[in-house]
């Protein structure tokens, strides 16, 4: 039942106890992880998230790899409140259904 949320599939598993940071313009949100994946810690986190991913061009997640190496994941974002508001609209249940 979820909307407006921030889901990444790392490329590969990061170290444990190591932190995943994503970095949206000059905005810096710590995420919580597990093995390949990371999300916004709670809805207030993705509500800022979704809202700094509107105005920029680009976002980039950051950690360390199992094996110690630093990774960094760049996605462009050009299209991207286009993208979440066809979302949305796509994810409205019609009057009557439940």
Sequence with gaps: ???GQLHVHL???KRRGVPVMLAIGDRRFLLASGGAEAWAPDA???AAIVAAMRGASSM???SVTTAGRPFADTYRLHGA???IDAAALG???PPGVR
Excluded: M, P, Q, Y
Aim: glycine share 16%; aromatic share 0%; with cysteine.
């Design 1 to 3: 039942g979820g909307r």
């Design 11 to 13: 490329r590969e598993r």
């Design 91 to 93: 994810c409205v249940t």
């Design 81 to 83: 409140a286009t993208a």
């Design 44 to 46: 207030a986190g993705d």
């Design 60 to 62: 980039s997640v950051e």
